[in-house]
């Protein structure tokens, strides 16, 4: 274990690390991107330009820069190109919309698509199972967006149910802070859902072909038992790692349409606007905090996968 | 004469596929008695899987079709209930599978799956439990049961896993052990060892097995009567000596024929039965053999009851029209009993 821990973590510093020069150099490549004109303003004389050039360092070798930015990164003083508003501030300030978001819809997307999932599988081919396929795939196929928008037109422009996006904290008013987030968190459920339900559909009914399911039931036990505790104890392995690694990125700041579209003002929608004005120093704050929560997930799903399934050894 | 403990008669089990019906076991009848090892013999398709499954009942389903009749002592396990025949499941008639490897749980320690049986059946407690799954592991010969307890199935090797399989159906002692195809998984030396084990129960405690199987090595290793079985009937009955020694069915003949044996100088090729078993849906009219059989004539295409045709053995049964003398000269092929000649 301790061995285990040392190497993922050195396993994880390196991963970061490539994962900032990467990012650096994206954005520094990228046309249009030049951070003078952000910093200066698109108007400004070409003297001012060249002022601004020299004094940010912008002139300075590649490795200069990428060292003095993430410099700023690692002691918190890294700040946008346009607004000059402190990126870790702005980070920190978008995570409780966020957590509430994915921590909520994830409770949500978990029940349904295992429900749905064992639903279907226990119903394979059967009326049950046909209604979940074809609701799962409308789920599939239907964009964020396109539902958040309808949802917000039908619910709260034509009849006020739900405010009109925003984020109230939990804490300021708990009553506030539930409904405005039912439906960003039915509108990012909806995907995983399917999604979930999918996989457990076909992982269940993979278990249920294995021979020691055939021994389970052949020991006299309640198809009820074979059921839990032989084919959905093995079937929701897999579910785990998929729900370590979507549950790290959401929470990262994947969930950039859900945020959008009811205005969150959470991690998600910080990361669409810098993306939106080729702002280096967020891009990259926010790149980094995502690559960090997928990289110790998905240690942690490695922790919980051991101990899941005894034939897992801890290597990193 | 006792009635025998299990009495199997005219069973049908068909499964409704999309090609059409298949007719897995098409009227098999068999008695087991007390104490006895019965070996079931045929090759992939021929229905023993499908037999064995059916007096477990786990070979019930939307699909499944399933006529005449099993009977355990005063059950029938063809009309019994689901959960009677649960509760029969483990308790009265238990089985052990093919591939020890992948018929456990991965996820649960080797005693924990006996223990949980055991607490299925019964309500006693974790600690009596516990104690008599160690004496379960114990008493197939595995090594350090208290400790054996807590592996997981991977930690075992593949005998031990094997042995493990029979302390988990045996722990609740049922009066019949189906073992399918046992030792089929396993490398020869440790086969043996399988055997020996099942022979030793069977004396022990007077269990009922019935044993599965493709091979008639093990069968002459263990068995008291075997039946073989083609394409869901069984074509011949017999004890171990009736089979070996004086087969009365070409295809026990072919069998028998496609052994090789280490006291006879080695063939250039080892003779195989020419053709393919039937198409189970649309099984050939009459005998299921009349194709691949080079004895065929036309009474062949009525179906020859399963019946005793030599008069001083009355339990010796067959489904072939031959009159026996002429068996008994046609199954001499190259100084020894086959079906056809091994191939130049």
Redesign the interface.
Known sequence: MARFAVRRIANMIFVLFAISVLTFLIFYKIPGGDPVLRISGRTAEPAVREQVREDFGFNDPVYVQYARMMQKTLNGSLESYSNRVNVREELIRGIPATASLVIGAAIIWLFFGILFGVLSAVYAGRFPDRVITIVALIGISLPIFWVGALLLYYLTYKVSLFPAGGYVPLTEDPASWLSHLILPWFCLSILFIGFYSRLLRSNMLDVMN???V?????????ER?VLL??VM??AL?PIVTLFGLDFGAAIGGGAILTESVFGLQGVGQYVAESIGSLDLPPILGTTLYAAFLIVLLSAIVDIVYAR????VRLTA | MSAPLLSVSDLHVSFATEEGTVKAVDGVSFELDAGEILAIVGESGSGKSVTALTL?G?SRGPNAAIEGAVRLGDKDLVTASDDEM??????RI??V?Q?PM??????YKVGD?IV??IR??EDTSKEDARRRAVEALRSVGIPNPERRYDN?P?EFSGGMRQRA?IA??LALEPDVLIADEPTTALDVTIQAQILRLLEQLNQERGLAVILITHDLGVVAEVSDRSLVMYAGRVVEEGTLDDIFYDPQHPYTWGLLGSLTRLDRPRPRHLPSIPGAPPSLIAPPEGCHFRPRCPHEFAKCVKVPPLESRLAEHPDHCDRCWLEPEVKRERRVVEGRIGLVAGAE
Do not use: C, W
């Not at chain 1, 899941?308 to 034939?311: M, S, V």
């Not at chain 2, 649960?86 to 308790?91: A, M």
């Not at chain 2, 992948?102 to 996820?107: H, I, L």
């Open positions: 294995e021979d020691y055939r021994t389970a039931r052949a020991k006299g036990l309640s038992r505790g032989h104890r093995n392995i899941l399934d005894p034939r | 477990m786990l649960r509760r029969i499941r483990g308790e238990a089985m599978f591939d992948t018929a456990m749980n991965p996820v799956q949980e049986e299925a059946h997981y991977h399989m988990l159906a």
